[in-house]
């Protein structure tokens, strides 16, 4: 078979009908199934929380109502603060009770200050917005000592190592050669 027959071959096997299958046999058949790589589950972002206060604020001030801000919170907030809010925004949508509405909120700690800030601001009539800007303003606060916490235990942790590491080269190249020196001189005036 000459070169342009085969060619031609090849080309008509692409071309044809059901080619693609046959082109698909061909690479899956001699090449092995690559691994599935999987991405590492990311930590959660200690933040979101204050964010979603803060969004919660934002549309508050921007005219939206309680349940529709909080159902629009809902959508991106970390769990289970979406929980709650999404809870709270259909009940309030169905005209609960605002008491009755954030007693979710009550049943996981990170989420009760919430319900109480939501209740006192239904009870009293100040505004939620504020209410919510204080939340996000703890949270970060909150963040914010946890990781000067964990600095500073890291700094007292690396100390041991390194004290341990320049110990020894504090006795052989400060101590040391000065009790050898005072003993030299001492022992040297003695002995004349």
């Not at 609960?96 to 239904?122: F, K, M, N, Q, Y």
């Amino acid at each position: 078979m000459s070169a342009a027959a085969a060619a031609a071959l090849a080309v008509a096997l692409l071309v044809a009908p059901g080619a693609s299958s046959a082109g698909a046999r061909l690479t899956t058949s001699s090449a092995p199934a690559a691994p599935e790589h999987r991405r590492p589950v990311a930590a959660p972002d200690p933040l979101a929380g204050a964010g979603s206060y803060d969004l919660f604020a934002a549309c508050l001030r921007a005219g939206l109502s309680v349940p529709a801000t909080a159902g629009a919170v809902a959508e991106r907030a970390p769990q289970p603060l979406a929980g709650a809010l999404r809870r709270a925004a259909n009940l309030l949508a169905l005209g609960a009770e605002p008491d009755a509405a954030w007693r979710e909120a009550d049943v996981h700690p990170d989420t009760e200050i919430l319900g109480r800030a939501a209740r006192r601001s239904a009870r009293s009539g100040t505004a939620m917005a504020d209410a919510m800007a204080a939340l996000a303003a703890g949270q970060r606060a909150e963040v914010e000592d946890r990781g000067a916490a964990a600095a500073e235990r890291a700094g007292v942790l690396i100390s041991g190592p390194l004290g341990l590491c320049f110990l020894p080269a504090f006795l052989c190249l400060g101590i040391a050669p000065v009790v050898i020196g005072l003993a030299t001189r001492v022992l040297g005036q003695g002995l004349l």
